[in-house]
């Protein structure tokens, strides 16, 4: 798959796909070996989008004083 800008949710389905085809075994090892550089490419990549987030709602709920204030997600902001 070509390197271009994925949502989250776009990448998180491609490494499904890419799982589903290393799992199934019938890849040639070239085309593994190639399948799995781009898993792993992408699971960096929804790891630091996670970490992002994160990163956000932990601004989003910073007290006055700048330092966090840990609240659950579901839980009015």
Excluded: H, N, W, Y
């Excluded at 490419?41 to 840990?70: F, H, N, R, Y």
């Amino acid at each position: 798959m070509a390197e271009k800008k994925l949502t989250f949710e776009q990448a998180m389905a491609r490494l499904e796909e890419i799982v589903s085809k290393l799992e199934q075994g019938d890849a040639p090892l070239e085309d593994a070996l190639a399948l799995f550089e781009e898993g792993t490419s992408l699971m960096k990549k929804c790891s630091t989008m996670l970490d992002k987030a994160e990163q956000k709602v932990i601004k989003l709920t910073a007290a006055p004083d700048g330092t966090p204030v840990e609240q659950p997600m579901d839980q009015g902001v």
